[in-house]
């Protein structure tokens, strides 16, 4: 097809032919960042220039030549909120600098203080699936981690709010939840770091998403691989997991969409993780993780991203 980003995903032979058909056009449109030289990055990933193992622009982000073991059986369980609209997404601009940790740079818009709100029902929804498994342990005790970014933060911020509306506490009172009112974070939910990329427009994703379908421990302009996300989203959800050994809570991870995305299809075990942008979460939107495919929504044709979401 025509469309860089909708073509079709039935087989790798088609996606590698459309790929290898438009990928000159945008190392012409991207000459800024790269050299028409870096397309060996299909061949041989960038990363094995980098003997330092750590990323140029930012030391504080690994580089890693392989996907991570797979995700081992978790005790507790487990969902992903994405932050609602931020300032960043009405700019239409990438927001991935580390320097945002802790800041209050690009929060939430009213909207996404409204989106917020509004993925508490959808999270009690989710928690009362789970408790009407026959097969789930549950403390009946909610957890919020988030990613120190003010978007993420003041995302989980909002939605213990909703918790508190009228019929959503109603709810939450009949399930004999106890839900913690802290929001704890975590750096390992940050934003997935898109190096020199990091502040353009929100269409200079092209340059990335498509590669990481190819080779997800790619780091063409200095971003952070889908392997190093998948890595340490591991190990952050392995030492979560290990904070709350009794088992059985009920855990919410609030974070970004290329983190989330990368998470759900990881913990899925889908063979190639690299595909996780067809999985795009919404603003606000909140979904379990689940462990196996089948619990994955349809993927759907990459898109070029939109201002505001």
């Not at 996606?15 to 870096?38: D, H, Q, R």
């Not at 795009?280 to 979904?287: A, I, T």
Request: include cysteine; aromatic fraction near 8%; charge should be negative.
């Amino acid at each position: 097809e025509s469309s860089y980003f909708c073509y079709s995903t039935r087989t790798d032979t088609k996606m590698k032919s459309t790929f290898a058909a438009v990928l000159p056009l945008f190392i012409a449109t991207a000459s800024g960042f790269v050299s028409p030289s870096s397309t060996s990055c299909i061949k041989k990933p960038v990363h094995k220039l980098f003997a330092t193992g750590v990323n140029p622009q930012e030391p504080s982000v690994a580089v890693v030549d392989a996907m991570p073991a797979s995700l081992p059986p978790l005790k507790n369980h487990y969902y992903l909120l994405r932050h609602g609209q931020s300032t960043a997404n009405v700019e239409g601009i990438i927001s991935s600098a580390r320097s945002l940790s802790g800041s209050t740079k690009h929060g939430l818009t009213l909207l996404g203080i409204e989106q917020g709100r509004d993925s508490a029902p959808s999270l009690i929804d989710f928690i009362e699936q789970d408790l009407n498994n026959d097969d789930t342990t549950s403390t009946k005790e909610v957890y919020f981690y988030s990613s120190p970014f003010a978007r993420a933060k003041e995302t989980a911020e909002q939605c213990l709010a909703g918790m508190r509306a009228n019929d959503t506490a109603k709810r939450i009172e009949e399930l004999g939840l106890e839900v913690h009112k802290e929001v704890l974070l975590d750096d390992g939910l940050m934003e997935r770091y898109f190096g020199r990329l990091d502040g353009t427009e929100l269409l200079t994703y092209a340059y990335v998403w498509p590669v990481d379908m190819f080779d997800p421990t790619h780091t063409a302009f200095d971003v952070e691989s889908v392997a190093a996300v998948s890595t340490r989203i591991r190990s952050t959800i392995l030492d979560i997991d290990s904070k709350h050994d009794e088992g059985g809570n009920h855990i919410v991870l609030t974070s970004h969409a290329d983190v989330l995305q990368i998470t759900q299809v990881y913990a899925s075990g889908l063979d190639n993780v690299g595909k996780f942008s067809q999985y795009r979460f919404g603003n606000g939107e909140v979904r379990k993780m689940g462990r196996t495919v089948d619990t994955l929504p349809e993927p759907v044709p990459l898109q070029p991203p939109q201002r505001g979401s």
